[in-house]
């Protein structure tokens, strides 16, 4: 039988304190933030993996770290990684500033989940379905990672490597997402199987700032057609400088084609999301631009 110990350090020195205590080559540490994706992680490997290949598993809960607020200063929103996916929703500052946050996750799961999945966590699962990163990416936000002896800072469209993989450092901790707040607008497009409580088939995220009509600057992601959430910079190329008609936005969101790589699995074939891909990436674009339809 695998053995488990659970600490809810209050603080990062005691949390740093414990990792040092606990023998790095034995044991396997985990941090826990609301469990949505780790226990049934869990439950899965308690199935399938023999006992006698498992390593004692110490589980590290980080909603005692106090990184759950959302502040505003200087221009940046700065929002804790333990912050619950719905009070993220419902915080006055993220619906004012950054509606694009409240669209996105307002998609995403049910509010059960919500209630008690974090930010952080939703980040670190790194899935390539994963709903919130194609919106950080455009939003161009940076992920702050701390580990015993410093912080980094990581660009959210330089720090996912693969299905589940990311740049950060088995004793490196999520602690806040930084956005600098700008003048342009962004949205937020999800295709699933069914209207709620759906994983995405494809999902697509754009930020546009124009000026004279002409689109200045613009950044585009896609999700679920690849390893990972894939920026769309020949997209992007292909909008930059030019007036956003709806002609130039549906001829420039098919070279998404060019960009994604997609696989037939159980919600989607490969084929389907071929198809959707451009449509939803066209979709983001035009609500960011102010275009209505559709
Ligand atoms: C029924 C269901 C529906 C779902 N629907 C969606 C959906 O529509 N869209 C979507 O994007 N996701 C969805 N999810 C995924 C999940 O709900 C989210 O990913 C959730 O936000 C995870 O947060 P958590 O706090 O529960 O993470 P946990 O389960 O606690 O942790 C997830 C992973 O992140 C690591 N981790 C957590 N916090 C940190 C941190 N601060 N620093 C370093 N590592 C950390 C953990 O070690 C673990 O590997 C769904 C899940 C379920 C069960």
């Not at 990163?133 to 992920?143: E, K, M, Q």
Request: proline share 4%; with cysteine.
């Amino acid at each position: 039988m695998r053995k488990y110990k659970f600490e809810a350090p209050q603080s990062f020195e005691e949390l740093f304190e414990i990792m040092h205590r606990a023998n790095f080559e034995k044991d396997e540490i985990k941090f826990v933030a609301g469990g949505t994706d780790f226990v049934p992680r869990l439950n899965f490997e308690l199935n399938m993996i023999p006992s006698e290949q498992k390593q004692p598993l110490q589980i590290m809960y980080l909603g005692c770290l106090g990184i759950d607020s959302i502040i505003e200063k200087d221009g940046i929103i700065s929002i804790g990684a333990c912050c619950k996916l719905n009070d993220i929703m419902k915080n006055p500052v993220i619906c004012e500033k950054l509606p694009v946050l409240v669209e996105t996750i307002s998609q995403m799961a049910g509010l059960t989940i919500r209630n008690t999945g974090t930010i952080g966590g939703n980040i670190m699962n790194a899935s390539p379905a994963n709903d919130s990163i194609p919106t950080f990416i455009v939003l161009d936000a940076n992920f702050i990672l701390k580990s015993e002896k410093k912080e980094r800072t990581v660009k959210a469209s330089e720090f996912f490597t693969g299905p589940g993989k990311t740049v950060a450092k088995p004793d490196e901790v999520l602690t806040r997402i930084e956005i600098n707040l700008k003048k342009g607008h962004a949205s937020f497009k999800k295709l699933g199987r069914r209207q709620a409580e759906t994983l995405s088939v494809v999902n697509a995220a754009a930020y546009v700032e124009q000026e004279n009509s002409v689109c200045k600057t613009v950044r585009v992601a896609v999700g679920s057609v690849g390893p990972t959430v894939i920026r769309c910079e020949r997209v992007e190329v292909a909008l930059r400088g030019k007036k956003l008609t709806e002609d130039v936005i549906k001829t420039a969101s098919l070279k998404v084609l060019n960009e994604i790589n997609p696989i037939d699995d159980l919600r989607a074939s490969a084929w389907y999301r071929n198809k959707t891909a451009p449509v939803m990436v066209s979709r983001a674009i035009k609500a960011a631009a102010g275009i209505r339809g559709e």
